[in-house]
Nanobody, 126 residues
Framework: QVQLVESGGGLVQAGDSLRLSCVAS????????MGWFRQAPGKEREFVAAISRSGGSTYYANSLKGRFTASRDNAKNTGYLQMNSLKPEDTAVYSC???????????????????WGQGTQVTVSS
């Protein structure tokens, strides 16, 4: 069982930046691909970004390319999501997820991931 704990959310103004962190409880964090998803009130959970086990490959939702960057530090068992130029429509609960098998082309789907964090709230005011 892998536990994931997100942090770094908060209330910011439009145009600000935030960096979310996701700490995994496992020492074999490098064996897991990671994903980031978000869910706004009244909406379905949507894909944000995915990053491979080594961190060498990343994949983003088209609408977020250029503003969001996923990274990871396997030595610290931690994944990161850097969010720049935030907009009010980015307001959501952001969750990280871990997949033991390489999600491949299914990296944007929730079903590809085995473990989920509780999420951290990001609120962007206009």
């Amino acid at each position: 069982q892998v536990q994931l704990v997100e942090s770094g959310g908060g209330l910011v103004q439009a145009g600000d930046s935030l960096r979310l962190s996701c700490v995994a409880s496992t020492r074999t964090f490098a064996n897991y691909a990671m994903g980031w998803f978000r869910q706004a009130p009244g909406k379905e959970r949507e894909f944000v970004a995915a990053i491979s086990r080594s961190g060498g490959s990343t994949y983003y939702a088209n609408s977020l390319k250029g503003r969001f960057t996923a990274s990871r530090d396997n030595a610290k068992n931690t994944g990161y999501l850097q969010m720049n130029s935030l907009k009010p429509e980015d307001t959501a609960v952001y969750s990280c997820a871990a997949a033991l098998r390489d999600p491949g082309v299914y990296a944007s789907t929730t079903q590809a991931y085995d473990y989920w964090g509780q999420g951290t709230q990001v609120t962007v005011s206009s």
